[in-house]
């Protein structure tokens, strides 16, 4: 499939088909979801990847309040046969930059104007909705609530030192792909978003 018709066809998907992922679709998204760039290749992500109905089953049960009475988003979401969680390691970034080459002598967050560790993980996640959509499969990126991080840490043993960034179903699309959600509000036109050389 052409770039341009992939990113077309990105939407989020909130509704799948039983119909299981084929393991080695998923690892070529995650292989793929692997080469975002990171500052100073400090490679600070991790993909917590859950495919088991099993695994699913806890995911929601530990981030989300009813996983028995779900409202219509998670009734379509919890259809999904893959939960892929991303996750920032900003450790990995203060110990590069304190390396030699980078010519900082210490671990001081101060110095980063943005959070390259969530931005570089999110970059990560974005080329993973990317490169399911060309396998012809769907995706959706949502948000883990932050009251229910650590009953998500517990249920799946993952370190203080990676933060969930969010997380991202992966499945076969249905005719109905559930709610619509904020998409329905429209797309900002190109003259709303770009200014050129002053605001």
């Known amino acids: 499939m052409e770039f341009t ?12 088909s039983s119909e299981p992922v084929d393991p080695e679709v998923l690892h070529r998204i995650l292989a793929q979801a692997q080469r975002a760039p990171s500052a100073g290749f400090s490679q600070g992500f991790a993909f917590l990847v859950l495919d088991t109905p099993t695994d699913v089953r ?15 988003w998670l009734r379509g979401m ?9 996750l920032s ?13 980078k010519g900082w002598t ?13 931005i570089d ?12 959509v060309d ?4 995706a959706c990126f949502f948000g883990v609530p932050p009251d229910r991080i650590d009953a ?3 249920a799946f043993g993952v370190p203080a030192t990676h933060t969930p960034i969010g997380a991202v179903t992966i499945g076969h699309r249905t005719t109905d792909t559930g709610p619509r959600g904020s998409a329905s509000r429209g797309r900002h036109t190109l003259a709303e978003v770009v200014h050129r050389s002053h605001w």
Request: proline share 9%; net charge negative.
């Open 78 to 86: 919890t259809t999904a046969p893959v939960v892929v969680v991303p």
């Open 152 to 154: 998500f840490r517990d």
């Open 5 to 16: 018709e992939v990113v077309r066809r990105r939407r989020m998907v909130r509704n799948y």
């Open 135 to 138: 396998e012809g499969l769907g």
């Open 106 to 118: 210490d671990r001081d967050e101060a110095r980063w104007p943005v959070p390259y560790w969530h």
């Open 89 to 101: 390691h900003k450790d990995a970034y203060l110990d590069r930059y304190a390396e030699p080459d």
């Open 121 to 132: 993980t999110g970059m990560a996640s974005m080329i993973m909705l990317l490169a399911t």
């Open 58 to 72: 806890r995911f929601w049960e530990a981030t989300t309040d009813s996983p028995d009475d779900p409202d219509s």
